[in-house]
């Protein structure tokens, strides 16, 4: 099939959370000095009445209180390790060096990751998370560092991958997993420290969002944020071992029974984005929770309606999309999230 054959074809890749990040009023991409008491200052401030994401809670993370993602101002990872399930391009011989963050400000019902989002995994200092980053480069060789659910900690990240950079120590691509329900203030906190996005659409439509998300401004959201993810990182650049060095990846998660939203999804992103992002479209989705059906959402998405969404992508013209085998969906692809790999 034409499909078959414009497409980029990859076995499977695993699960990860979704989360946001937005912070609102001070500009967090100013000038980068060190990841001293200047830098944690700022960030306790940013915590201390947090607007990281659009939830804008404005309670004082610094302080007990917790918000929609139930996260502290002190960072929390679920593992640290070679990841081999994200896509082709993501991982070759060497495996994406993901870190997991614990807690998610999106919360989506049919959440594939559970147990990180309600907060497992071990307490990091920033010391902690630089020698965790670097071990995953140095000692594992990764192909990349892929921050997965990070933007809820965007104060604490940003001014330490500018440093990393700064110096030279992080010379991988890093990657910037996220639900794309990020605030344009947040991830511009980012410029020049994020090669790759590695960004969720999940919803077209409010309606949709505010049911399974609780979050009606995803659409608006999201696409405000990919904007500036495309204008950030530019045109695809791949190396000689066809790893991605720079670009935009945009997942779409195939809901069973919500083939029309993926059909809107698919549009909006080709006409408003063309050929400057990535599609990569999943069919992964594993029904985990028992109140599911109560959303439409208690079988796996079948065979048929995953081609729907694939000859609509064809149909439309898009062109080198990633999609997955059947048999995707299953919890073996969704690792523990103990703390492993997080340098003590
Ligand atoms: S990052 Fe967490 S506490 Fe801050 S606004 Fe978002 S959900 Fe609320």
Same mark, same amino acid.
């Given at each position: 099939?034409?499909?078959?054959?414009?497409?980029?074809?990859?076995?499977?890749?695993?699960?990860?959370?979704?989360?946001?990040?937005?912070?609102?009023?001070?500009?967090?991409?100013?000038?980068?000095?060190?990841?001293?008491?200047?830098?944690?200052?700022?960030?306790?401030?940013?915590?201390?009445?947090?607007?990281?994401?659009?939830?804008?809670?404005?309670?004082?993370?610094?302080?007990?209180?917790?918000?929609?993602?139930?996260?502290?101002?002190?960072?929390?990872?679920?593992?640290?390790?070679?990841?081999?399930?994200?896509?082709?391009?993501?991982?070759?011989?060497?495996?994406?060096?993901?870190?997991?963050?614990?807690?998610?400000?999106?919360?989506? +019902?049919?959440?594939?990751?559970?147990?990180?989002?309600?907060?497992?995994?071990?307490?990091?200092?920033?010391?902690?998370?630089?020698?965790?980053?670097?071990?995953?480069?140095?000692?594992?060789?990764?192909?990349?560092?892929?921050?997965?659910?990070?933007?809820?900690?965007?104060?604490?990240?940003?001014?330490?991958?500018?440093?990393?950079?700064?110096?030279?120590?992080?010379?991988?691509?890093?990657?910037?997993?996220?639900?794309?329900?990020?605030?344009?203030?947040?991830?511009?906190? &980012?410029?020049?420290?994020?090669?790759?996005?590695?960004?969720?659409?999940?919803?077209?439509?409010?309606?949709?969002?505010?049911?399974?998300?609780?979050?009606?401004?995803? =659409?608006?959201?999201?696409?405000?944020?990919?904007?500036?993810?495309?204008?950030?990182?530019?045109?695809?650049?791949?190396?000689?071992?066809?790893? &991605?060095?720079?670009? +935009?990846?945009?997942?779409?998660?195939?809901? =069973?029974?919500?083939?029309?939203?993926?059909?809107? +999804? &698919?549009?909006?992103?080709?006409?408003?984005?063309?050929?400057?992002?990535?599609?990569?479209?999943?069919?992964?989705?594993?029904?985990?929770?028992?109140?599911?059906?109560?959303?439409?959402?208690?079988?796996?998405?079948?065979?048929?309606?995953?081609?729907?969404?694939?000859?609509?992508?064809?149909?439309?013209?898009?062109?080198?999309?990633?999609?997955?085998?059947?048999?995707?969906?299953?919890?073996?692809?969704?690792?523990?999230?103990?703390?492993?790999?997080? +340098?003590?």
């Amino acid at each position: 099939m034409l499909r078959k054959a414009s497409s980029l074809e990859m076995d499977s890749f695993g699960g990860r959370a979704s989360c946001a990040s937005t912070p609102a009023s001070a500009d967090p991409a100013g000038p980068n000095p060190t990841c001293s008491g200047v830098q944690a200052t700022s960030a306790a401030n940013e915590y201390a009445s947090c607007i990281l994401c659009p939830r804008a809670c404005r309670i004082d993370r610094t302080n007990n209180e917790r918000g929609v993602c139930g996260a502290s101002s002190t960072l929390r990872i679920g593992r640290a390790a070679l990841h081999w399930w994200e896509e082709p391009c993501l991982v070759g011989d060497q495996g994406s060096g993901a870190v997991f963050f614990s807690h998610c400000a999106l919360g989506c +019902v049919y959440c594939q990751n559970k147990d990180l989002v309600a907060g497992a995994g071990v307490e990091v200092s920033i010391d902690q998370f630089v020698r965790t980053v670097l071990r995953l480069q140095d000692e594992e060789h990764a192909a990349n560092i892929n921050l997965v659910t990070p933007s809820h900690y965007v104060a604490s990240i940003a001014p330490v991958l500018r440093e990393l950079r700064a110096t030279g120590s992080l010379h991988i691509p890093v990657v910037y997993n996220t639900s794309s329900y990020d605030s344009v203030r947040a991830l511009r906190s &980012l410029r020049g420290s994020i090669d790759c996005y590695l960004a969720d659409f999940k919803y077209a439509t409010p309606d949709v969002a505010a049911r399974l998300s609780r979050a009606s401004d995803y =659409p608006d959201v999201a696409l405000q944020a990919l904007d500036e993810m495309v204008d950030q990182v530019g045109d695809w650049v791949e190396d000689d071992q066809g790893l &991605l060095q720079r670009g +935009v990846i945009v997942r779409h998660l195939v809901l =069973p029974g919500y083939i029309d939203e993926s059909y809107k +999804v &698919l549009g909006l992103l080709h006409e408003r984005y063309g050929d400057r992002i990535r599609l990569s479209i999943m069919n992964q989705f594993t029904p985990l929770r028992d109140d599911l059906p109560r959303y439409g959402l208690g079988d796996k998405v079948s065979h048929q309606e995953y081609e729907r969404v694939l000859d609509y992508a064809d149909d439309l013209g898009i062109q080198d999309y990633f999609w997955q085998e059947g048999g995707a969906a299953t919890e073996s692809f969704i690792p523990l999230f103990d703390g492993t790999g997080v +340098v003590s």
